[in-house]
C-alpha cells in the first residue's frame, strides 16, 4: 500500500506539473521608448487586459526604453522566439523584406488621422499584415503615435534651412530620400542613442511625435521644432507567428479581444498625449516652437511629394493609390458634412 501510495503521490504531482506549466504562458513583449508614450502605455494595458481576459493563464512582461534589445535587434529577436511580441514603427518592416510597410513612411501622405485610420483598418492594412507570414511574424493591430515634427538647433522654416544638417532617421530608405530631398544628410541611429547623439552634436536634429519629443528629454538638447506634420509614425503590434498559431484557441480568442480594446484605448491616448507633450514643452521653454505658414508647407510639399513617385514601385502603386483615394473621399465627406 505504501508503495502505491507513493506512485500515485508522484503521479498526481507529475500531473499536476503538467497542468501549471501548461497554464503558465509568458509573452514577453519588448519596445523602445518610455513606459508613459502612447505605446507604452498601451503596453500595459494589453497586459492588463490580457491577463484578466485569460484568467491568468497569460502572463505579460513589458521591457520598454530598449532594457532587451535596440531597433535594429528586435525584429530579429522576434523572429528567432528570444521574445513574443513586438510594436515597432512601421520604418523597420522595409529593412526585412515587406517593402510595402513603407507607404507609411511617405512625407505627407496621410493629411489627417480619418484618413490614416481609414488605410490601416481596412483592405490596405490586411494586404500588408499578409506580407508578414512568410517572415515567421503575425500582425495583431496598428497603433498610432502621432505625426512627426523636425527638430534641430536652428530654425527650419523654408527647405533651404535643411542644407547640410545631419538629421538621425530610423532605418527607412523612403526617410532618407525624405532627407536627402530637403538637403540635409540623413543619418541611421537606434533610437536609445538619440538624446546623446544631439547632446553631443554627432546629429544635428531628428523627427518624432512630440510625445517622442518630450518623453526622450529632447527638447533639453534641441533649441527649435519646426510643427510640420510632414510625416506619421505608428506601429504595428507584432507576435512570433509560430508562437501565437500554437497558443490554445481559447487563449488566443482571448488575447486578441484583449488587443482590440488596447487599441482603441491607445488610440483614444495618442493625440492627447501629444497636444499634452507640446504644452509641455512650450512652458520648458527651452525649444522654441514653430508653425509653418501654409506658403511654407507648400514649398516642403512640392520638394518632398516626388519622393511617392521615386518608391512607387517598392511600395506598390495600387496602395498608394489606395491612401490617395482614401484621401479624396474623406475630404469629399468633410466638404458634404460642412454644406449641411
Known sequence: MKLRNVMMFVLTLGISNFALAAAEITIKFSHVVAPDTPKGRAAEKFKQLAEQKTGGKVKVEIYPNSQLYKDREE????????????????AKFGPMGAREFELFDLPFIFPNQEVLHRVMDGDVGKKLFAKLDTKGVAGLAFWDNGFKQMSSNKPMHSVADFSGLKMRIQSSKVLGAQMKALGANPQVMAFSEVYTALQQGVVDGTENPV?????????????????????????????????????????RSALSQAMKEATVFEREIAQKDNDEALAKVIAAKTTTVYELTPAERAEWQ????????????????DLIQSAYDAAAQVAKEQSAAKKK
Open 211 to 251: 510625445s517622442n519629443f518630450y518623453t526622450q528629454k529632447m527638447n533639453e538638447v534641441q533649441k527649435h521644432m519646426t510643427m510640420s506634420n510632414h510625416g506619421y509614425l505608428g506601429y504595428a503590434v507584432i507576435v512570433n507567428k509560430a508562437f501565437w498559431d500554437g497558443l490554445p484557441a481559447d487563449v
Open 75 to 90: 525584429i530579429e529577436a522576434l523572429q528567432s522566439g528570444a521574445v513574443q511580441m513586438l510594436a515597432p514603427s512601421m
Open 302 to 317: 512640392k520638394v518632398l511629394l516626388p519622393v511617392h513617385k521615386e518608391f512607387e514601385e517598392g511600395i506598390g502603386k
